[in-house]
């Protein structure tokens, strides 16, 4: 579990006056499950991008559990990336040609630490989201199942914080209902911080905390209403 | 990481193909070519290494060679039968024989010669005998003329519109094991049976050795192509044909009765008989045959010589190199012919190069697009937590994975087409080319190879620098 603490964060890009994002405060306790959310070009998909090092930022400090990933190289920061992060997408980004549990398991064999407890747990969170057949080809799946098999493969490592970035908003209500339920209860059940970029208002309603992004400043935080609506 | 990439290559399987088989063409250019030329050259030299020295005419050194080793018909100037008289008897000698071309039959260069050359340079008889009669002939391995057939030879070849020398007719009486060399595809006749088809030589006994040239070239008929012999690069003992009086003891019962070299001349009567046969001459299919030359033996394009030491044979090619006589060792006449060789290699060589330079820049073209396009399938990969490294490897092992199955079926096509080219030439040469990998192929192969890393490395640096979020975005 990741407890995240930005301070004086600015992200800037060349030729563009004012920075992308500009946060000079912002607490996320470990385990807290939090919705961002904010029109386009608010400062979102950076924020994302920031919270999970995959870009670096221009200035201010990123502490996770009080380790600074700004500070780190391009290399240290995959590292990082890739045994805290757990990253599920609007496209999801599964590769056709392998089947739903290759899928799950190719970043960890890329980065050769898949042993045999991890192809175990692979299965049993492939069965977990409801998958019945771990060899069935990627691109033979529906959308829905296509990311329950995302939602397997960002939680295959145990990550500290699972970041999901508008998860549901290319499935159907039914499918993206069940998603957004999964993604909860296994980030629960993992243990992980929960961070969600979503419009998807059911989704936000389960989530506890809500922050608005506007112009690459936070507008609003507020605790959501009506948890567990 | 394998299975990621047999994935990925199972789904643009129509691109990997085109890339495969592109860099496979482009590669198995410049491997026919270098094979080619390489078979050529040992194929020739192997050709050639039975003859340690050939002696024409004066003329062309190369057209010499071809002739006599070759068999390329082609007129070449006739030089005085004394040389042959003279060589015979020479104690730096170990066997010497004329050889007369000039006529065909079924595509097949006749060549006059003696027993002493066919026994000396080839390895024996697949089938039947020597030719021990003016009518009999010895086939090569590639004729394809049974033991028995009866040949009419055509003065000059098809092509040029040659006639065949009415009642001529030679009889086959063995065929010989394979050398391959033009000799394969050449009918062997005796000397003196071709020397009498064109009218000359006859009745040689009737001529005194001394001072007597029985013809001069402007006598003998025009095209008389190249005569080969097969050298087997082993002294010999002196051959038992030469100067052998026995094999010619016969009387044929034709007026032509041969005696030793030392019968009574009339010379007024030999000059007489030649005018006459001139172009007109038969053979007589019966008479004994005999390979005792004197110095009024015909007029010859070229005598092959088997020295009996490597001195002797520098000594005998200084001695024949001057006035009306051409003396050369043909592996230095070759040497010169593959200077020239090499040059045309040289070209096709940077043809293919070319070619080889052109598939790689298409391919780096081609996978940078590639990469352009997978970007977002890059970018993915590296969020989820694929290292660096194993992105760069990923994108490098599929497109070297690709070049290098090319490289290597290049090898093959190139290999199969340059074998298929032997066959054809050795099917109307003769001359057996040895088509084969040698060690400085592997070299080229591993320089290919290493080409290929660092072409790959290209789009897979390209990779490795892209920004996973950039990549997302796009």
């Given at each position: ?11 800037s ?16 306790a470990?385990?807290e ?12 998909s ?6 999970t090092g ?16 700004a ?159 | 990481?394998?299975?990621?990439i047999?994935a ?14 592109l ?5 198995a ?17 192997r ?57 065909s039959?079924?595509g ?19 089938e ?9 002939a ?16 055509m ?58 040239t ?20 082993h002294d ?6 030469l ?10 019962g034709?007026?032509?009765a ?41 007029g ?18 200084q ?5 009306n006589t ?41 996978t940078v697009?590639?990469?352009?396009q ?5 970018g ?8 660096r490294l ?22 093959l096509i ?9 066959e ?24 290919l ?26």
């Amino acid at each position: 579990m990741l407890a995240l603490v930005i301070e004086r964060l600015a992200v800037s890009f060349a030729g563009l006056s004012s920075p992308v994002l500009a946060i000079d405060h912002l607490t996320i306790a470990a385990g807290e499950r939090i919705a961002i959310t904010g029109g386009s070009g608010s400062g979102k998909s950076t924020f994302i991008n920031i919270a999970t090092g995959l870009e670096k930022a221009t200035s201010g400090k990123v502490f996770w559990n009080g380790a600074d990933i700004a500070n780190l190289s391009e290399s240290r920061r995959d590292r990082w990336r890739a045994e805290h992060v757990g990253l599920v997408m609007q496209d999801f980004h599964l590769f056709p040609g392998l089947s739903a549990v290759e899928n799950v398991l190719l970043p960890a064999r890329l980065a050769r630490v898949a042993d045999a407890a991890l192809v175990a747990r692979a299965h049993e969170l492939l069965k977990i989201v409801g998958l019945s057949r771990p060899e069935q080809k990627i691109e033979t799946m529906s959308r829905g199942e296509m990311q329950r098999v995302a939602i397997a493969r960002a939680l295959l490592r145990k990550p500290g914080v699972l970041v999901a970035d508008e998860p549901t908003a290319s499935l159907d209500a039914d499918a993206g209902e069940n998603v957004g339920r999964l993604l909860i209860d296994m980030a629960d059940e993992a243990g992980s911080t929960l961070i969600v970029v979503s419009h998807d208002h059911r989704l936000i309603g389960r989530l506890d905390r809500r922050i608005t992004l506007a112009a690459g400043r936070i507008a609003a935080d507020s605790a959501v209403e009506g948890v567990a609506a | 990481m394998i299975r990621f990439i047999l994935a990925d290559l199972r789904r643009l399987w129509a691109g990997a193909v085109v890339v495969v088989l592109l860099v496979a063409l482009a590669v198995a250019l410049g491997v026919t070519v270098t094979l080619q030329e390489r078979a050529l050259r040992l194929g020739s030299a192997r050709a050639a290494d039975k003859f340690d020295l050939v002696i024409g005419a004066a003329g062309s050194e190369t057209q010499l060679v071809l002739s006599s080793i070759f068999l390329q018909p082609s007129p070449l100037p006739l030089m005085s039968g004394e040389v042959l008289a003279k060589l015979s008897k020479d104690k730096r000698v170990t066997w010497v024989a004329p050889v007369g071309f000039g006529d065909s039959f079924a595509g097949y260069p006749l060549v006059g010669t003696t027993r002493a050359l066919i026994s000396s340079t080839v390895s024996g008889f697949s089938e039947g005998r020597m030719f021990d009669k003016e009518g009999e002939a010895v086939v090569g391995a590639a004729v394809k003329l049974p033991v028995g057939a009866e040949i009419k030879p055509m003065h000059g070849t098809a092509q040029i519109g040659g006639e065949t020398h009415a009642g001529v007719v030679y009889h086959v009486a063995g065929r010989l094991q394979p050398t391959g060399t033009p000799w394969d595809r050449a009918i062997l006749v005796p000397i003196q049976a071709v020397w009498h088809v064109h009218g000359l030589g006859h009745k040689e006994h009737d001529q005194e050795e001394s001072g007597h040239t029985a013809s001069t070239p402007a006598v003998v008929p025009a095209p008389l192509p190249a005569g080969h012999y097969h050298g087997d690069g082993h002294d010999h003992g002196p051959s038992p044909l030469l100067g052998n009086r026995e094999v010619h003891t016969a009387d044929n019962g034709h007026g032509h009765a041969h005696e030793a070299s030392g019968s009574a001349p009339d010379a007024a009567h030999a000059a007489e008989d030649h005018d006459e046969h001139d172009h007109h001459g038969s053979i007589d299919a019966d008479a004994a045959i005999d390979e005792d030359f004197t110095a009024t033996a015909p007029g010859l394009p070229a005598v092959l010589v088997k020295p009996k030491t490597i001195a002797d044979a520098y000594k005998l090619r200084q001695e024949y190199r001057s006035g009306n006589t051409l003396a050369v060792f043909p592996g230095e006449v070759l040497t010169n012919l593959y200077a020239t060789m090499g040059d045309a290699k040289l070209v096709l060589s940077a043809v293919a190069a070319g070619s080889q330079g052109l598939v790689a820049a298409a391919l780096v073209l081609v996978t940078v697009t590639h990469i352009g396009q997978r970007r977002r399938q890059i970018g993915a990969l590296r969020a989820f937590g694929a290292p660096r490294l194993s992105v760069f490897a990923i994108v490098w092992l599929e497109l070297f994975l690709l070049v290098a199955i090319g490289i290597g079926l290049g090898f093959l096509i190139g290999l199969v087409a340059a074998q298929m080219i032997a066959e054809v030439f050795t099917t109307q040469s003769g001359i057996v080319l040895p088509v084969g990998f040698a060690r400085e192929d592997i070299r080229s192969a591993l320089l290919l190879l290493g080409a290929s890393a660092m072409l790959a490395s290209v789009p897979a640096l390209l990779a490795y620098r892209q920004s996973p979020a950039a990549a997302l975005r796009a």
